[in-house]
């Protein structure tokens, strides 16, 4: 293995390297988002069931109608306010099941710099990956 700025895997050793990088980052994604949800649905009177960490490839969050919060692990790698903001997203989904006026509305009641958050993973999103 060579540092330089980054790291360099020797080829042999790379889906290894992948998958010990991914837990790793999944549990770094459960214990802060895991959080993030916590101290947001206290703060807001939100009611959900549990929080998830995914290998969901498409969407960085969903919302069951159990009231279970998906979150796709490749979001830890995200800054702070982005992470936030899909948490916001998710929790008022357990209200609003859709994208209305409504929901929206709400997403700006409780995070009104959610567009500059949303822009950010629309055009950074790919780049969060291994
Ligand atoms: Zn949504």
């Not at 959900?48 to 796709?72: D, E, H, P, V």
């Not at 822009?119 to 291994?130: I, P, T």
Request: overall charge positive; some cysteine; proline content about 3%.
């Amino acid at each position: 293995m060579i540092f330089d700025k980054g790291f360099f895997i020797s080829k042999q050793f790379s889906s290894i390297a992948k998958n010990l990088l991914m837990n790793w980052y999944k549990d770094r994604a459960y214990e802060k988002i895991g959080q993030r949800v916590e101290w947001y649905a206290l703060k807001y009177e939100f009611k959900y069931n549990k929080t998830k960490i995914t290998t969901a490839q498409k969407r960085w969050g969903s919302c069951s109608s159990k009231g279970n919060l998906n979150f796709s692990w490749r979001l830890i790698m995200a800054p702070l306010p982005v992470i936030d903001y899909v948490v916001i997203h998710e929790l008022v989904h357990l209200e609003e099941r859709n994208h209305s006026r409504l929901f929206w509305d709400k997403v700006k009641y409780f995070y009104p710099e959610y567009p500059k958050c949303g822009n950010w993973l629309k055009e950074n999103g790919h780049l969060l990956k291994l």
